[in-house]
């Protein structure tokens, strides 16, 4: 078995047989695809689209991606899928071809775009990731410029004001609209329709999606980490690789419940 448990104790043995129909809300990096030395270097096993397509008709459409990555990217990377996108950490939500939330482009994140732009430039190794309604500054390739780039975020971040919040996330500090998270995000679906009625199950690697875990715990849902780190989650998988064989198996089989993440 590849679960394990965290030491947040609802009864897993419980979830071990549950075969409620789920919602099922999965993050991007780190846990559909392997974490890569920067935002462009990530490779998605070419399986997983079409196998995302038919879980999501085996769930009678309740499958959503909920991402720190913009729409556009992950509408790219799946293609010629589409699916249901909780963007930009819940900024950006798509349900179908409604647009729910869509927080407001503003001039004083192009300003800081601007500002990042410039210290990347005198900076070997860091990348900033303009996503238009929010901006990612990247410092994997470049450790050693970790205190000054977390600094000049936090600067930013204050600078402008509580529209704004700091996401902080694996060598990455994102400038997001503080509207939104994770959490509500997921919140928000789960009162629409194909996702209403169903158990939420959420799986995540980051802190970022803590906010998600907070949330599908407190709707009585399944939350799972990939990987090591603190967490609200009960349940952790080891890898990505790890969940992408539930994944494929339960698209083949076409029977995915909370009890499947049992039988990895
Ligand atoms: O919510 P997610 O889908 O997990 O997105 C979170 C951020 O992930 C990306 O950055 C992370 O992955 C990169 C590629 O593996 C890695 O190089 C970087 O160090 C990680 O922080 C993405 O670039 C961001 O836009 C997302 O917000």
Redesign the pocket.
């Known amino acids: 078995m590849n679960l394990t448990q965290t030491g947040n104790e609802p009864p897993l043995d419980d979830w071990a047989r549950d075969e409620r129909a789920i919602a099922l809300f999965l993050?991007?990096?780190?846990?559909l695809?392997e974490?890569?030395?920067?935002?462009a270097?990530?490779r998605l096993d070419r399986r997983v689209p079409a196998a995302l397509d038919r879980l999501r008709g085996h769930l009678s459409g309740a499958l959503a991606l909920v991402?720190?990555?913009p729409i556009s990217f992950l509408d790219t990377v799946l293609a010629p899928y589409r699916f249901d996108t909780a963007a930009l950490?819940g900024a950006d939500i798509r349900c179908g071809d409604e647009v729910l939330t869509q927080a407001a482009a503003s001039a004083e994140m192009r300003q800081a775009v601007r500002d990042l732009v410039r210290f990347a430039n005198s900076h070997v190794g860091i990348i900033v990731?303009d996503?238009d309604l929010s901006v990612?500054l990247?410092w994997?390739l470049a450790p050693q410029v970790h205190d000054e780039a977390l600094d000049l975020m936090r600067a930013l971040a204050e600078r402008m004001g509580p529209l704004v919040r700091l996401q902080e996330?694996?060598?990455?500090a994102?400038l997001v609209p503080a509207s939104a998270s994770k959490g509500t995000a997921i919140a928000q679906l789960m009162q629409t329709a194909p996702y209403a009625g169903r158990v939420p199950v959420f799986i995540?690697?980051?802190v970022?999606?803590e906010h998600g875990f907070e949330a599908v715990n407190a709707l009585g849902g399944l939350s799972i980490r990939i990987g090591d780190g603190e967490t609200l989650a009960p349940l952790r998988l080891p890898s990505p690789t790890a969940l992408r064989a539930i994944l494929l198996n339960a698209a083949e089989t076409g029977r995915l419940t909370a009890s499947s993440f049992y039988q990895g």
């Open positions: 993050d991007f990096d780190g846990t695809v974490i890569a030395p920067s935002p270097d990530v991402s720190g990555r950490h990731e996503k990612a990247h994997r996330g694996k060598a990455v994102e995540g690697d980051d970022t999606d």
